[in-house]
Each structure stands twice: as C-alpha cells, then as structure tokens.
C-alpha cells in the first residue's frame, strides 16, 4: 500500500505516463487504495482523474 502523504489541496505533478507534464489539485485521498482524486485544467476545463500514489509528485 501507497504511502498517505498527500492531502487535499496539495498541488501534485505528473512525471511520466499519458499525464506526463500535468499539475492538479488533490481533492480525495483513498489511502485504502492508494488513489488520489485529482483535479487539472486541459483547454480551459476542469477535469477529474484518479491517480495512484507512486504516479505523481509534489510540483
């Protein structure tokens, strides 16, 4: 299991995969799962996406 030491509100990048590049917002921690709830902007939208811990990094 992931490690819970992310939170709501903390700002996250994506280093590599198919979100490579992008910042967002945590909005939920699934620390059962080790999920993030995400939100990111791509052209001028909000969109939501569930990322795993070992997926993102602080920006």
Known sequence: M????FAPGDVIYVPQGPFTGVCGVVREVNVARSELRVEVAFSARRHGLTVTFDEVEWA
């Open 2 to 5: 992931g490690s819970p030491k």
